[in-house]
């Protein structure tokens, strides 16, 4: 019952969301069909287009299963922003500093120093959660400020290619992902992505550990009281949700931009969180929500290129979206009518 | 020496105040709703929106009183979305906050872009900023001019509000039954308290509260927008409010301890730290100070549990911050 609503509840989100979209559209004296016809074409149509929306799809995918990891020990983090930033730039720089590695190794390499600096970034918010009660919201959401003002240090000085833009120089060609949808950007950053999200649901759903993770979620008290190392375990997962989130920056960087580029994301690591959040607990959305998100934002930005309206206007109608779908309609619609029909 | 008296001279008060001010309104509009057991994220949006109301509001109509009045409008309007989606529809107020916070942000953007044809910043010419306080018989004076003069309309008025609202916490049945729906909801309800009413009532005050803060950083703090202008102050308003446990006195010193930080690294900036560094310090020192007022409460509330022998830790749960 409870997934079906959530389906229905999604369904419903979206017709009220693109409703709203058409009133915008109608205000700016626009055509809805027209602009809509341009958004899915821009999201679909092509390679060059559906090549892209899989591009944004990966990050964003990738950022709420972290969203999601940390949210199964009940901790909030905000900051999967911040981590991707710090797992892009660290990439970058293993990337184009250690060439003499091997092809394979290198790449490793790449992705392990990228989720060791994005999971110690998340275990600082956790172990002040975890000993100080300090809220974990609060502090990951000011640390995604700090990271990014390093990284953007970082792109400046230290590591700048010094080409006058903000950017690191090209990694070596042995770690970048290929592109296998040209000529669009779509990379092996996808399958990636896949293997993490099936890694993780096997984790959760089969294994003792994520058995352990799950019942610290449900009640901390009594995981402790039959044994479980519930602080421990809980940095764990906050450690592996900073990882998992600093995966996606490297894929950004070695898939998709080759480089770390100042300030690249565009607020990935949030539509990452709000896929997650509106998933409502339910790690099989996660991929469909983070779909449906990546479509709307790439449209959006093909749609800007042909019609002249602006992107942001879609980034109202995704925020509509997901406000309605974070409500829960059909509970309460069903509980009013039992409540008429009671009395 | 002299850099450090630079740094440190007697116009840093005046300074402290003025960073700290959006801060510490910030603070009150989430002390009020998490005192009804409401953790309300969306302030950030409720800021933006009440900046960017406010200055159109201003430019177009040539008056402050207006804007303001328009950005408390708003800024209600917007509570109002938050509390109708997690109060009647039952969402997660945190999902409801994070996502009006973005949705402010590309709305500001939208409309700067379909009302004005800008993009980026936003500075009309004819532009009617919120009225300074002068006391004129200290003008002569230039230490005390710095000190006491020139602040504006908000600055001073949150500081009245920090101590109104101590008086409300404290004082009246209406606070002490907000208090009651954020200590004990169920107690409160069997008592006969509204709970949704009251936090109803929580979240559309800090909407008032919110578009003064945002009227205050376009119109008074600087004169112009731009759409990431509130850029965390909203969440350190937060993080002031855990700090102090919900007393707003002791978060007004909180958001002047960020103010002093803040103010001071941008005068470091001029000799030649990196300004990332500059800017980095604010959210530092917010994380630092909330640290450690947590470890403190910690030790102190250990040291009370094993002077009583009983376990205490659900204690500490509550408190948590």
Known sequence: ?343 | MDIFSNIFSYSIIHATIRMATPILLASIAVIITQKAGVLNVGIEGIMTMGAFTAIVVSSQTGSWLAAVLAAIAVGVFVACIISVAHLKFKADVFAVGMTINIFAISLSIFLLNSMFGIRGSFRPEDLAPLPKLTIPFLQSNEVLNSIFNNYGLLEIGAIVMVFGLRFFLNRTSGGLRLKSVGLNEMAAETAGIHIDRTKFMALVFSGVIGGLAGAHLSLGYANFFISSMVSGRGFMGIAAMFFSGGNPVISWLACLLFGFIDSTGSRLQAYGVPSEFVMMLPYITTIVVLSVSMWLRKRKSLLLASSVKTTGTHQLEDQKG
């Not at chain 1, 990050?59 to 940390?70: N, R």
């Not at chain 1, 903000?166 to 092996?188: C, E, G, K, Q, Y």
């Not at chain 1, 089969?206 to 044994?227: A, C, D, H, P, V």
């Open chain 1, 1 to 343: 019952m409870l997934h079906k609503n959530t389906y229905l509840n999604t369904i419903f989100s979206v017709a009220i969301a693109f409703l709203v979209g058409v009133v915008l559209i109608l205000a700016i004296g626009q055509n809805p069909i027209e602009v809509y016809g341009e958004l899915f074409k821009g999201a679909f149509k092509g390679s060059l287009n559906f090549g892209g929306t899989l591009e944004k799809f990966v990050p964003i995918f990738i950022t709420a299963i972290a969203f999601y990891i940390a949210s199964v020990v009940k901790l909030f983090n905000v900051g999967v922003e911040g981590q991707m930033y710090l797992g892009a730039v660290v990439s970058a720089w293993v990337g184009f500093s250690f060439v003499n590695l091997p092809g394979p190794l290198h790449m490793l390499l790449c992705f392990v120093c990228a989720i060791v600096v994005g999971g110690a970034w998340a275990l600082i918010s956790g172990i002040l959660a975890v000993r100080l009660n300090v809220n974990e919201i609060c502090t990951t959401i000011l640390l995604n400020y700090v990271a990014i003002l390093i990284t953007s240090y970082l792109v400046n000085g230290p590591l700048s290619a010094k080409t006058g833009i903000s950017t690191t120089p090209n990694v070596a060609d042995s770690v970048i992902l290929p592109w296998f949808m040209s000529p669009s950007r779509a990379n092996t950053g996808l399958f990636i992505a896949i293997g993490i999200f099936v890694l993780f649901a096997w984790i959760l759903s089969r294994t003792t550990f994520g058995y352990k993770l799950r019942s610290i979620g449900s009640n901390k008290e009594f995981s402790n009281y039959i044994g479980m190392k519930s602080d421990r375990l809980i940095l764990t997962g906050m450690f592996l949700s900073g990882g998992i989130a600093a995966i996606a920056g490297a894929i950004q960087v070695l898939g998709v931009h080759h480089a770390f580029l100042n300030g690249f994301s565009s607020e990935i690591g949030f539509y990452g969180m709000l896929a997650a959040l509106i998933s409502k607990g339910n790690f099989k959305m996660l991929p469909v929500m983070s779909f449906l998100l990546a479509l709307l934002r790439n449209g959006a930005l093909n749609m800007q290129r042909f019609t002249g309206i602006e992107a942001s206007l879609v980034d109202i109608i995704i925020t509509v979206f997901i406000l309605i779908a974070s409500m829960d309609w059909i509970l309460v619609l069903f509980r009013e009518r039992k409540k008429v029909r009671v009395q």
